[in-house]
């Protein structure tokens, strides 16, 4: 079998042109220069609509930021004496502080409180996309990581170690200095307490993705929503403020009504 | 004939008593038991609602007696650690210690054990704050006066070692908070100058936390703080029998008898049924308000500690005088670091406890008063003692708010730095405040009960005389009332006087300043010339 094809390939490799590499390699240019040219116009076309509609959603937020936000922040965004630059804080900031109507501020205090919300979602998007487009920074989480399906065991121990401090274990709130406070975490969205994780609003410290990584940050998420779901196995929770409240009650409630018990036993005799 | 009728005589004699008689007569004959029942079961009790307080607090210790025994069924008193594998999802696959882990299971895979876990620790609260309440309601009534001083100090040994039940309680189950509570204790052990290092390092066996303390938290906890508390509640108790118990003052009612009821039947069916009730108000609040959510606080881990850590009310005191010190007083002398920080409050607070601890004995030398006292003061009829109380309870209650300045700023909205600047300031001024307010309330009482007496109460009718005068005709009291206005005990301030080598000693002249400081404002009982001179005066 061998002495016979090799007179066989000696002949073809005369032919040359006609060697089965050689039109294999053509097929994969041909293929490589019209999907490329297909790709490549294709891409060409998209990212000009989605520039064409964030150009829109851009000038929408500049429009929203300088009549809302640049007393304060500057019609640069570049900041004021009365509030801080927003270049670089990403979309994800913009998102949580207007989108817990945090923002805009309209009482000086201590810290900005949490109120009513001022604006729409899509006001909120266009506000977000303008600073976002101001310089790169936190963008907006993706949802596969709000999803509170993550494990709640290391969610709740790195918000012991992490978060408790401020917030309290069961993310009741808790005092800082100066009148500032940690608020209480209950009720808060998925993907505000992701955005407060990335961009540290206000007197928060910034969590990054090399601090805690963001399937970390979905752990933690996990566990708070858990506490949400969950109601106190014990009861009544007492606001969960610890001993403080539970020693009030006891005194308030507890003794309150024995005493008013022994006054009911002894009044009977008389 | 005869012997018929000896034999039915017999018969009707073990008839009439029945099996009853018969089982207290074989009873007695071995146990002579019918002269105790005899003379506790007419021992007579005064009734009113403040003679309860002790009650409650001996209700609750027999609570807390019960469902403790239930929890050491289940608990593991071992820090050695263990892989959480429990129902509770949040802590699945956690290390912590066989401590933690069991107070978990007992908490979610034991039938009835939260439930018990709440009923232990709502009843330990309870515990404390009657017998704080009780307390207070002897010193204001003066019903630690002889006889009864070596049973108010007795009562109040009670009451550090209910502190010290509680403490030892509350650290045992190795979760965040109870660990952040040993590592204040700790942390005060070791600011003492010279021992504290090694007192910590003894207590601990070894650097905090080690793997010792909650086993040796566990042996004081249910063995040795708990024999000396029954000891002790033994001897209270023999003591209130054989001082027979005060009374309010009242029309009958003197040093040498007791008005009220005998304990059997109407005592001991009133004090049975309140132990139900106050057992019963134990259960509802356990079973429907959280206590110490230690699957919230997670295993002991000395790198976090939560907002809002506190120790259980009882211990707030000593936490917000820690809280209250001012910055910048430890520094280091002599090679070695002087806590000042935390020598301060120490000191403080140990003093405030043996001031309490002595009072009766500081009062009774002030008075120089040998007598028994059975009928009690109404707290306006000893203005000083209760100025001197209202201040102690304004002092502990700062230090008590102190402990929670975080909660106050955070629910009212205050900074701080505010909240701790003002505590600061009342724990201070707040005591004389409260005292000579206190005092000046007290004296305007007498003075209103002095007037009542005299001229009885306005009826705000007035009446013109046949010479035209008008008048307004006052109600006088009736008697039963006027006696409770009358009868108390009045102290003159003593006078400085030589002893029999004609010397005036140091401790006279202290005890002189004491006795006017105490006596100086005095409002003195009606005396019955007076009275019958006010009488004569109206008809």
């Given amino acids: ?270 | 004939m005869s012997t018929a009728t000896t034999t039915t005589e017999l018969v009707e004699t073990k008839k009439s008593g029945g099996l009853t008689g018969a089982a207290a007569n074989y009873i007695d004959e071995r146990t002579s038991i019918s002269t105790a029942v005899k003379e506790l079961g007419r021992k007579i009790f005064p009734d009113h609602w403040s003679f309860l307080l002790g009650e409650v607090a001996l209700y609750s210790f027999v609570i807390i007696l019960l469902s403790g025994s239930f929890l050491t069924f289940f608990f593991s008193a071992s820090m050695t650690p263990v892989e959480y594998d429990g129902s509770y999802m949040p802590l699945k696959g956690v290390e912590m210690s066989a401590a933690m882990a069991s107070s978990l299971d007992i908490s979610f895979d034991i039938r009835g054990g939260l439930l018990m876990r709440q009923v232990h620790h709502w009843a330990a609260l309870l515990f404390v704050a009657a017998i704080g309440l009780h307390m207070l309601r002897i010193y204001f009534t003066g019903a630690f006066r002889k006889p009864r001083e070596l049973n108010w100090v007795i009562g109040f040994v009670l009451f550090i070692l209910a502190m010290a039940e509680g403490f030892t309680g509350y650290s045992l189950p190795d979760d965040l908070l109870s660990g952040n509570g040993l590592r204040i204790i700790d942390g005060m052990v070791k600011g003492m100058p010279l021992v504290g290092t090694w007192i910590s390092f003894l207590l601990f066996g070894g650097e905090f936390p080690g793997e010792a303390i909650v086993g040796r938290l566990y042996s004081l906890h249910i063995l040795l703080l708990p024999a000396i508390i029954v000891a002790l509640i033994a001897m209270h108790l023999l003591f209130v029998v054989v001082h027979k118990h005060t009374q309010y003052p009242g029309a009958g009612r003197t040093n040498q008898n007791v008005v009220g009821y005998p304990v059997l039947p109407v005592y001991a069916a009133k004090a049975g049924g309140f132990f139900f009730i106050v057992f019963g108000i134990v259960m509802l609040m356990a079973s429907l308000f959280t206590i110490n959510p230690i699957w919230n606080y997670g295993p002991y881990d000395p790198s976090p500690v939560s907002a809002g850590t506190q120790p259980d009310w009882y211990i707030g005191f000593a936490d917000g005088a820690l809280r209250l010190i001012p910055p910048g007083l430890e520094f280091v002398w002599l090679d070695r670091t002087w806590s000042f920080n935390i020598l301060i409050p120490l000191v403080t607070l140990g003093l405030f406890i043996l001031v309490v601890l002595i009072y009766p004995f500081i009062e009774a030398w002030v008075t120089g008063d040998k007598r028994e006292h059975h009928i009690l003061d109404r707290p306006r009829n000893a203005p000083t003692r209760t100025a001197i109380g209202a201040a102690g309870v304004t002092f502990y209650a700062v230090l008590w708010a102190t402990a929670s300045s975080d909660i106050i700023a955070t629910h009212f909205k205050v900074t701080m730095e505010g909240v701790i600047h003002t505590m600061q300031f009342l724990a201070i001024v707040g005591p004389f405040i409260a005292f000579f307010v206190t005092k000046r309330i007290c004296l305007a009482l007498q003075k209103k009960d002095r007037e009542i007496v005299l001229h009885g109460y306005e009826s705000g009718r007035i009446v013109r005389l046949p010479g035209g005068e008008y008048i307004e005709v006052h109600q006088p009291v009736d008697e039963y009332e006027r006696w409770k206005l009358v009868s108390y005990n009045d102290y003159k301030p003593l006078m400085i006087r030589p002893n029999s080598q004609g010397k005036i000693t140091v401790g006279q002249k202290a005890r002189a300043g004491m006795s006017r400081w105490f006596f100086e404002d005095r409002i003195e009982p009606v005396s019955s010339t007076e009275l019958e001179r006010s009488h004569s005066d109206h008809h």
């Fill in chain 1, 1 to 270: 079998m061998t002495t016979i094809s090799t007179p066989k390939q000696t002949g073809g490799r005369k032919a040359g042109r006609r060697s089965p590499l050689a039109s294999v390699a053509l097929i994969a240019i041909g293929l490589l220069f019209t999907g490329g040219a297909y790709a490549a116009f294709s891409t060409s076309t998209a990212s000009a609509e989605t520039n064409a509609a964030s150009q829109q959603t851009v000038g929408e937020g500049q429009k929203l930021f300088a009549a809302n936000c640049a007393t304060c922040h500057g019609l640069e965004a570049a900041g004021t004496e009365a509030g801080p630059s927003l270049i670089g804080v990403g979309a994800a900031s913009v998102d949580f502080q207007v989108g817990t109507g945090r923002m805009p501020m309209q009482l000086n205090g201590p810290q900005a409180e949490k109120k009513a919300v001022q604006f729409t979602d899509e006001q909120i998007a266009s506000l977000a996309a303008y600073v976002a487009s101001l310089a790169p920074g936190p963008a907006l989480p993706d949802a596969s990581l709000l999803d509170g399906e993550g494990d709640a065991a290391n969610g709740a121990e790195l918000f012991r170690i992490n978060c408790a401090m401020c917030h309290n274990v069961a993310g009741a709130g808790g005092a800082l200095t100066q009148g500032k406070y940690a608020p209480a975490l209950a009720g808060v969205t998925e993907k505000h307490i992701y955005e407060a994780m990335v961009t540290g609003p206000q007197n928060m410290p910034v969590f990054n993705d090399m601090n805690i990584s963001p399937e970390s940050k979905r752990d933690i998420i996990t566990y708070l929503k858990y506490l949400d779901n969950n109601p106190s196995p014990g009861g009544f929770a007492l606001g969960a403020l610890g001993p403080v409240s539970e020693g009030l009650f006891l005194w308030i409630f507890g003794l309150g009504s024995i005493v008013a018990l022994t006054v009911w036993i002894t009044a009977k005799s008389n």
